[in-house]
């Protein structure tokens, strides 16, 4: 990667570890489930009235709104609203790369390295460390909750490979038009409609101001913005190359949640945080080595590994 791209990949990794940060926000302006809708329908009408409509099967695409955008924003948002702390949400959430890798071998018959099976290992390690320390805090549904987002996530992204998108941002554009409706449903239908009008009334407000800002900040600069820089950098390079920098989303979200909210995590907190990174880490497959062919003028070409 060129220093520029390595940048922008470090941009994105900054602009994905503050989402969460936007989340905790939102999260003092909107109930749960209509701050996951909210986020959703600020794309979702633009994107129908502007963005060409991928040219991928309907029972994918749906599949990749209904796993990425529903069920994980869903959960995720629910257990940070009862209490998951927001810099380790950031990193449980990683949880989604093992489990994609589990279910593609599951549902996809796609074979696992002995490298991945390792970096797995070492992830649900690292995730069970959490669940002891969060166990003994009496915090474990918070994280089962951003757990089952986390798989969500991963069912999301075995939707998306399937479609395979000849643009990749539209995908994700109109992933965004499925979620609202089921989001808003499970919202008036848990959260009530007096608590979501009452939120709604308040956005108008100067005191709403920050969960307006919170909501502009999930669809904008997150999911536009990253989002776009993101499929870019892997159109460009392999999958192998780009992927380790998402990594750095956690370390973002938990230096945040420190200095913003004076998040501490404990001390097996962090080991198990660098067990899971470093399992991912492991477990993602390495760029394939493709032959080129370089020429070597009269005497031939020879070919060399890139």
Do not use: C, K
Not at 177 to 187: E, G, K, Q, T, Y
Not at 230 to 243: D, E, I, N, Q, S
């Amino acid at each position: 990667m060129t220093a520029r791209d390595r940048l922008l990949a470090a941009v994105v990794a900054v602009l994905w570890g503050a989402n969460f940060l936007a989340i905790h926000v939102g999260l003092e302006h909107y109930p749960p489930l209509l701050l996951a809708a909210l986020r959703f329908a600020v794309l979702a009408i633009p994107t129908v009235l502007l963005v060409p409509r991928p040219r991928v099967p309907l029972r994918w695409l749906i599949g990749y709104g209904l796993g990425f955008g529903t069920v994980q924003f869903l959960f995720l948002f629910v257990a940070m609203d009862v209490g998951m702390p927001t810099g380790l949400a950031s990193l449980v959430l990683q949880a989604s790369a093992p489990f994609t890798v589990l279910l593609g071998a599951v549902l996809l018959r796609e074979r696992m390295s002995a490298r991945q099976v390792v970096g797995i290992t070492l992830a649900v390690v690292g995730l069970l460390a959490i669940a002891v320390a969060q166990a003994q805090a009496a915090a474990l549904i918070p994280l089962v909750l951003t757990l089952i987002g986390a798989l969500g996530w991963a069912f999301g992204n075995l939707a998306a490979r399937l479609a395979d998108p000849p643009n990749p941002l539209h995908l994700t554009l109109w992933m965004s038009v499925v979620p609202p409706l089921p989001l808003l449903a499970a919202s008036l239908l848990t959260e009530g409609p007096v608590a979501d009008w009452a939120a709604l009334r308040g956005a108008v407000t100067l005191q709403g101001v920050p969960g307006v800002l919170s909501i502009a900040y999930l669809a904008i600069l997150a999911t536009v913005l990253g989002s776009g820089i993101w499929t870019t950098l892997m159109r460009r390079y392999p999958a192998g190359v780009v992927a380790p920098y998402s990594l750095l989303v956690p370390v973002v979200g938990i230096a945040l949640a420190a200095a913003a909210l004076g998040e501490r995590p404990s001390a097996v907190e962090l080991v198990a945080g660098v067990v899971i990174v470093g399992g991912v880490l492991l477990g993602t497959p390495r760029p394939v080595s493709t032959p080129v062919t370089v020429d070597v003028g009269e005497s031939g070409s020879t070919p060399a590994r890139t």
